[in-house]
């Protein structure tokens, strides 16, 4: 299992940017996939996730703001953000919740940072 984050950078506050994550070794249609975030100093924090029916959750931080969704033929999960804010500079992980014979087993691939300047 392998992710792969992509699409992180410089931005002005109200700005837009869209995360991509690249998926391999497993079918990003069968599991629940989250958006994860750190800032150093600070507990990880619960972005996005959606479920294996494609419902969607959102951090209340993030809410009308940003928007899960997955390309199943890509493998690709995506995590479009808009109307940035400083408050949300942060490493950005994306998280694979892999169902196993032996119960359920957490993927992270390497983090994109994200940088909002004010």
């Known amino acids: 299992v392998q992710l792969q984050a992509s699409g992180g950078g410089l931005v002005q506050s109200g700005g837009s940017l869209r995360l991509s994550c690249s998926a391999s070794?497993?079918?990003?249609?069968?599991?629940?996939m989250r958006w994860e975030r750190h800032v150093p100093g600070k507990q990880r924090e619960l972005v996005a996730r959606?479920?294996?029916?494609?419902?969607?959750y959102y951090g209340e931080s993030v809410k009308g703001r940003f928007t899960i969704a997955r390309d199943n033929d890509k493998n690709t999960l995506y995590l479009q953000m808009s109307s940035l804010e400083p408050e949300d500079t942060a490493v950005y992980f994306c998280?694979?919740?892999?169902?196993?014979?032996?119960?359920?087993?957490?993927?992270w691939g390497l983090g994109t940072q994200v940088t909002v300047s004010s």
């Open positions: 998280n694979a919740a892999v169902v196993t014979l032996s119960g359920v087993k957490n993927y």
């Open positions: 070794g497993f079918a990003i249609r069968s599991h629940e």
């Open positions: 959606i479920t294996t029916a494609d419902i969607t």
